[in-house]
Nanobody, 125 residues
Framework: QVQLVESGGGLVQAGGSLRLSCAAS????????MGWFRQAPGKQREFVAGISRSGGTTYYAESVKGRFTISRDNARGTAYLQMNSLKPEDTAVYYC??????????????????WGQGTQLIVSS
């Protein structure tokens, strides 16, 4: 069993930056591909960024490419999402996800073994 706890959300002005963290319990963090997803009010949850188990491969949604950076620290059992040049349309609840399977399946299907509780980001214009 893995528990994921997100933190770092908040209120930020457009153009600003913020870093989200996702801390995982247990000693098996390195065996999971990790992803960040978000859900805006009235919209479906969407993929934001994904990272392979080693951290060597990353994936991004087109809407955040060049602005967001996903990373992980396997020793600390934590994944991060650095968000720069934030826009009002980035406002959403952000969730981290962990999956023991293929990362491509994770980012395309949104199916994961474990989900965090979410952290709210509000970007004001």
């Amino acid at each position: 069993q893995v528990q994921l706890v997100e933190s770092g959300g908040g209120l930020v002005q457009a153009g600003g930056s913020l870093r989200l963290s996702c801390a995982a319990s247990g000693r098996t963090f390195r065996t999971y591909a990790m992803g960040w997803f978000r859900q805006a009010p009235g919209k479906q949850r969407e993929f934001v960024a994904g990272i392979s188990r080693s951290g060597g491969t990353t994936y991004y949604a087109e809407s955040v490419k060049g602005r967001f950076t996903i990373s992980r620290d396997n020793a600390r059992g934590t994944a991060y999402l650095q968000m720069n040049s934030l826009k009002p349309e980035d406002t959403a609840v952000y969730y981290c996800a962990a999956d023991s399977g293929d990362i491509v399946v994770l980012i395309t299907s949104g199916a994961a073994d474990y989900w965090g509780q979410g952290t709210q980001l509000i970007v004001s214009s």
